[in-house]
């Protein structure tokens, strides 16, 4: 059975930083991403690394955040830093066994149950 859990939510200043974590059991992954969603807005990308390391960003983090694997451990971690208050939301880790880097969530078909981050201004 596929399992993705999430840590490293939390409460943070603004220009704070946060390392997310997301540990997947079951299977591997052809890639791994994060996407985000705030109260009443839409779920949105934010990060993806695929199985050779090859990473995309939301252009909203990029500079800030850092997407990295550990594939020995079928771990993916989220750097942020810098966050700002926009910031704040539920972060989601996803799971592809097929795609490659995507940004649409579709193409994910595994879901960790998700962990806040809230950055205060």
């Known amino acids: 059975q596929v399992q993705l859990v999430e840590s490293g939510g939390g409460l943070v200043p603004a220009g704070g930083s946060l390392r997310l974590s997301c540990a997947a059991s079951g299977r591997t992954f052809s890639s791994m991403g994060w996407f985000r969603q705030a109260p009443g807005k839409e779920r949105e990308f934010v990060a993806a690394?695929?199985?050779?390391?090859?990473?995309y960003y939301a252009d909203s983090v990029k500079g800030r955040f850092t997407i990295s694997s550990d594939n020995a451990k079928n771990t993916v971690y989220l750097q942020m830093n810098s966050l700002k208050p926009e910031d704040t939301a539920t972060y989601y880790c996803?799971?592809?066994?097929?795609?490659?880097?995507?940004?649409?969530?579709?193409?994910?078909?595994?879901w960790g149950q998700g962990t806040q981050v809230t950055v205060s201004s």
């Open positions: 690394i695929s199985w050779s390391d090859s990473t």
């Open positions: 996803a799971a592809s066994t097929y795609a490659s880097r995507s940004s649409y969530g579709r193409h994910y078909n595994n």
